[in-house]
């Protein structure tokens, strides 16, 4: 199983035989009825890949239990009444790890579980590794929420530290990862070979995450020689606990067992996410746990010890009058249960209040938040097909349509960009400093404050798009000139006659850059702009004064032609202008006042 990412729907890849043959259908079903049944359960198939005999689904993003074969398969037979809704179960903890506060520079928290008796064959360890990798790209974030590490139990000795030391301090081997292999090294030199484009390694892209920071964070166990390094998060694992596949030769001799025992940690910047992480890969391999999975306690400094996973369930009610009313066909309480077991809930009715449903919500079901998750659910499996056909339509019908200012603002940009304007999509927050100071405006609190602001980019609201746009210009100054950008947005201005103390006004800004003065071009915009929509630049300008009759030196304002001279350039020796008077020519205009000048030396004139 593989994954690849659209522009906004996971797409994960499965093996089409595999899939069949799980759900007790035929391995030569059509497409056209893979498709149908993909879609009762609200997935689109993507794509067939017939020569490899897979085939692509899109998932919801939020879906992270959908995120691996087993995941998908578990959920479509409880969905078909293959089987009913999970239950997960955990053993007490047996084995601890103790958290140091330094690790609180970099990355704070972590979460840990251990699943006994498993036997990986090839094909579930190309799955276990296959989830996390997926686990990392979708609920991780490429890493920088959570990271995910595995170990095997038998190799390493209880019990586990969470530490955080120097660079320079940690020294490990680090997992082979394809052609790349480093011995026992320090920290800080294996961030750097992997840094390295030389070595083209697909960690690459994770250095950032604590190449900047002065201490790493180390996962160690009890080893007496040495720190005892078990990973460095989110970079990589070391090569003594990796997890080994059993392996069989040709003749069906066992030649290694592989692990049975694996120790999981996940650390990251987020614990809830993380906790949902853990809870993602435990719950999908759990049937593969032929001891179990048990409990890991976590000891922070200063506070009471945590126990993970968490996989109880929580409880939420709904009524089935509220599915009626929201989905908009008649159902019963009964069907309702029925509905939300084909889920991978634990529904049934309320002893006290027969109207009343409580549901039990699985672990796997990170997604599920509020009522209205569940109603989403039922008209899932309701099927939508069904709701099209029995929806009731509204006894009141509108119409909807473009808002003025909406509609006036899209005017306004395609008049813009048809005038060779870049349109810039910026923050509505802007620092102090841009506001006011880099504009050179004194600060006359007009602004909303954002109080206590994570940053000082964003310190309040901006009242005008000026420093949004000077901000744009500042980060592409190695873009060719001229840039000619515009911005049509809101600004956020005080108003004690509103309720919230303040106001959206929308407005437009542009902005020419170029290696020479371009008034002209903004102003013709302006006009342009102006002109298209019929608005006219409020009175009309008075008449210019006329000029005085002569200079105040009263030189003589006869501009009479001078007399002409014979051209040297005429043809034959005794060649002269014979044709009209050239025009007298016009004085010169002053730069500074706009009339003509008469020459006079002057200031007057």
């Known amino acids: 199983i593989s994954t690849s990412w659209c522009l906004r729907m996971p797409v994960i890849e499965i093996n089409k035989r595999a899939f069949l043959k799980a759900l007790n259908r035929p391995e030569d079903l059509s497409h056209e009825a893979i498709e149908e049944l993909c879609g009762q359960f609200g997935i689109e ?30 959920a479509f037979r409880v969905f078909l009444g293959l089987e009913p809704a999970p239950t997960f179960t955990a053993a007490p903890a047996r084995h601890h790890i103790t958290v140091e506060p330094a690790v609180n520079k970099v990355r704070p928290y972590v979460v840990s579980a251990i699943l006994r008796g ?52 940690i020294e490990f081997e680090p997992l082979h990862t394809g052609d790349l292999v480093i011995g026992k090294t320090s920290a800080d030199k294996i961030l750097a070979a992997y840094a390295d484009p030389k070595n083209n390694s697909h960690l690459r892209p994770f250095v950032p995450l604590i190449g900047g920071s002065e201490v ?38 066992v030649l290694d067992e592989g692990s049975h025992n694996v120790f999981v940690e996940c650390t990251g910047t987020d614990l809830t996410r993380a906790n949902i992480v853990l809870n993602t890969l435990i719950t999908n391999f759990y049937p593969y746990c032929a001891g179990g ?51 991978q809930y634990q529904a049934a009715t309320d002893p006290a209040q027969p109207d009343r449903i409580v549901v039990r919500v699985p672990p796997t079901r990170s997604d599920v938040m509020h009522e209205c998750d569940l109603m989403e659910d039922v008209a899932v499996a309701y099927g939508f097909k069904r709701i099209a056909q029995q929806a009731c339509v509204p006894a009141l019908q509108t119409v909807g349509g473009v808002l003025p200012d909406r509609e006036m603002t899209e005017l306004l940009r395609q008049e813009a960009a048809g005038c060779g304007f870049t349109e810039v999509a910026t923050f509505a927050l802007v620092s102090q400093d841009e506001n006011f100071a880099f504009l050179q405006r004194p600060d006359d609190h007009s602004a909303c404050v954002i109080e206590n602001p994570k940053t000082r980019d964003f310190e309040v609201c901006r009242t005008n798009l000026l420093p949004c746009l000077l901000r744009t210009v500042s980060s592409n100054m190695a873009h060719p000139k001229p840039l000619r950008l515009f911005e049509v947005s809101e600004v956020v201005l005080k108003d004690s006659a509103m309720d919230t103390g303040a106001r959206n006004e929308l407005r437009m800004c542009a902005l020419h850059c170029a290696a020479t003065p371009g008034f002209e071009v903004v102003h013709g915009l302006l006009d342009y702009t102006l002109n298209r929509f019929g608005v006219t630049c409020g009175e009309p300008a008075p008449p210019r004064p006329t000029p005085p009759s002569g200079p105040p030196c009263g030189r003589p304002t006869d501009w009479s032609p001078r007399p002409t001279r014979p051209s040297s350039r005429a043809s034959g020796p005794t060649s002269s202008w014979s044709g009209p008077p050239p025009a007298p020519r016009a004085p010169p205009r002053s730069r500074r006042t706009g009339w003509a000048s008469s020459g006079c030396c002057t200031p007057a004139c």
């Open 45 to 74: 198939v993507d794509k067939f890949l017939d020569e490899e005999g897979t085939m692509k689904l899109e998932i919801a993003a939020n879906r992270y239990d959908l995120c691996g074969f087993d995941g998908v398969v578990r």
């Open 118 to 169: 498993m036997t990986f064959t090839d094909e579930l360890y190309q799955a276990f590794i296959g989830l996390q990798e997926k686990l990392h790209e979708n609920a991780c974030r490429r890493r920088a929420l959570v990271a995910i590490g595995t170990h095997d139990l038998d190799l390493i000795q209880a019990p586990f530290f969470y530490r955080a030391r120097a660079p320079a301090t």
């Open 216 to 253: 790493y964070p180390v996962i160690c166990d009890s080893t007496p020689d040495g720190l005892g390094v078990l990973s460095l998060p989110p970079i990589i694992n070391s090569e003594r606990s990796k997890i080994r596949p059993r392996k069989v030769d040709a003749e069906g001799h």
């Open 293 to 343: 999975v048990e409990k890991v306690e976590i000891r922070y400094e200063g506070q009471p010890p945590m126990v993970c996973p968490q996989l109880d369930t929580w409880t939420l009610t709904t009524t089935a009058d509220y599915m009626r009313r929201a989905i908009g066909v008649e159902m019963t309480t009964a069907d309702v249960v029925g509905f939300l077991n084909r889920m």
